[in-house]
């Protein structure tokens, strides 16, 4: 009964491939998020969904294609991966414009060779 | 635009010492202040939130105070414990609420 789930938690992959990162929610929330966590921990929001329409688009590489098939559900698409792409990206989910605080998932750590 | 600073880490304290990590925001209109934590290995969650200037957010026993006139929210706790090593993440939302800006992270280690 995870509240924000993500797969898989580790993704290890070469150079130039393509990868996809799964996020669930099962808390009836209408928006969710991708961030990008470095390794000094700093969190950099990548994208946002509210009722599945995209309303936050930060300068992110266009290699980064978020998909969200419901509202439960958002889907983080990566091409042509670069070394620079490791990281550990964190889904979270909130109600939107009822409560701010957000539920985060536990993590994806994608490291590029 | 919205920005939130929080003090650099480090921060090494002995069990039951006191606690403060300092974080201070700008932004316009009235935003909502939270302090997220972030356990090893693990996603990030919500510690304790306040929504109003001179609202007080408190959880597991820790605090902080909403400060309109000096627009900070300091984290404290008033005794450490080993189990409190972790990220600490001063954050805010605008009032439109999509958008959540996080300081830098304060990593706190705690020694027995």
């Known amino acids: 009964d995870t509240a924000v789930s993500q797969t898989p938690k580790y993704l290890v992959t070469q150079m130039g491939n393509d990868k996809s990162i799964k996020c669930e929610q099962n808390?009836?929330?209408?928006?969710m998020y991708w961030y990008k966590q470095d390794s000094k921990k700093f969190l950099k929001i990548m994208f946002s969904?509210?009722?599945?329409?995209?309303?936050i688009n930060e300068t992110v590489p266009n290699r980064f294609s978020p998909k969200s098939p419901d509202k439960a559900h958002l889907n983080l698409h990566i091409n042509s991966l670069e070394l620079g792409d490791s990281a550990v990206y964190f889904c979270a989910s909130s109600h939107g414009r009822t409560s701010y605080e957000q539920y985060f998932g536990p993590g994806t750590r994608l490291t590029v060779t | 635009g919205n920005s939130v600073t929080q003090m650099e880490g480090p921060v090494t304290l002995s069990e039951e010492a006191f606690l403060t990590i300092n974080c201070t925001y700008t932004a316009t209109g009235y935003p909502s202040l939270f302090w997220y934590v972030q356990y090893p290995g693990e996603g990030l969650q919500l510690l304790l939130k306040a929504t109003k200037a001179d609202d007080k957010g408190s959880n597991k026993g820790f605090e902080a105070t909403y400060r309109k006139e000096t627009t900070s929210f300091h984290l404290e706790k008033g005794s450490v414990q080993v189990s409190d090593s972790a990220v600490y993440f001063c954050a805010l939302s605008d009032t439109g609420g999509f958008k959540t800006i996080f300081g830098a992270g304060t990593r706190l280690f705690v020694k027995a």
């Open positions: 969904y509210n009722n599945k329409e995209l309303i």
């Open positions: 808390l009836g929330h209408d928006t």
